[in-house]
């Protein structure tokens, strides 16, 4: 069965510009999730969808944005890039939410922002 | 909030060793707790969970041990490969899972043949 899938693998955008990054779950699965992992942060959670619906979100700006379709398929925008958004952008996808089902992971979206 | 501490590395070890992580966590009530995978160019796998107080999480040789009484849940295996090495984070998520997993900073792991 296939894995969660996220798309661009790799991205460079100037700052300013705003972007956005694709994730497609596991057949079946209703919950996406996207994380942050940076060197210096490390993994944190950005926000987590289920059935089209935004349940939890983390601590970061209203530049960061998330939506999901009616096909469990999620996409993140970022608006305004600054150069410390550069990081890898993970998306989990799970059967019924991140606290009661296990969460599989993407391999990521590198962004680098010049 | 809640938070998770984790020795940071890189921890080098040589094969057949013996291998402890710790991991330590502040949280409010009863979260569940997990150890997951990160090779190279790839995603994180999870590895082991343990959902409540004493339950011990296993899978491919690694254990854990869910402590309450000392907010820990410690990875151990008692004798690695080379094919573990790999960069090995802890993480939480609370009832309810507001805020999504926790996770630690991260260990890496070398093992050398």
């Known amino acids: 069965k296939a894995g969660v899938t996220q798309t661009p693998r790799y991205l460079i955008k100037t700052r300013g510009q705003q972007v956005t990054l694709s994730c497609s779950p596991i057949s079946g699965h209703r919950s996406v999730s996207w994380y942050q992992q940076t060197p210096g942060q490390g993994l944190q959670f950005l926000f987590e969808y289920f059935s089209e619906t935004q349940r939890n979100k983390g601590n970061f700006p209203g530049r960061f944005s998330g939506r999901q379709f009616s096909n469990s398929r999620s996409e993140m925008n970022v608006s305004t890039l600054e150069l410390g958004d550069s990081a890898l952008y993970l998306c989990a996808s799970s059967l019924g939410g991140t606290a009661n089902t296990e969460a599989f992971f993407g391999q990521g979206t590198r962004l680098t922002v010049v | 909030g809640d938070s998770v501490t984790q020795m940071e590395g890189p921890v080098t070890l040589s094969e057949e060793a013996f291998l402890t992580i710790n991991c330590t966590y502040t949280?409010?009530?009863?979260?569940?707790l997990f150890w997951y995978v990160q090779y190279p160019g790839e995603g994180l796998q999870l590895l082991l969970k343990a959902t409540k107080a004493d339950d011990k999480g296993s899978n491919k040789g690694f254990e854990a041990t869910y402590r309450k009484e000392t907010t820990s849940f410690h990875l151990e295996k008692g004798s690695v490969q080379v094919s573990d090495s790999a960069v090995y984070f802890c993480?939480?998520?609370?009832?309810?899972?507001?805020?999504?997993?926790?996770f630690g900073k991260g260990t890496h792991l070398i093992i050398q043949p």
């Open positions: 993480a939480l998520i609370p009832r309810g899972g507001a805020d999504g997993l926790t």
């Open positions: 949280a409010t009530g009863y979260p569940s």
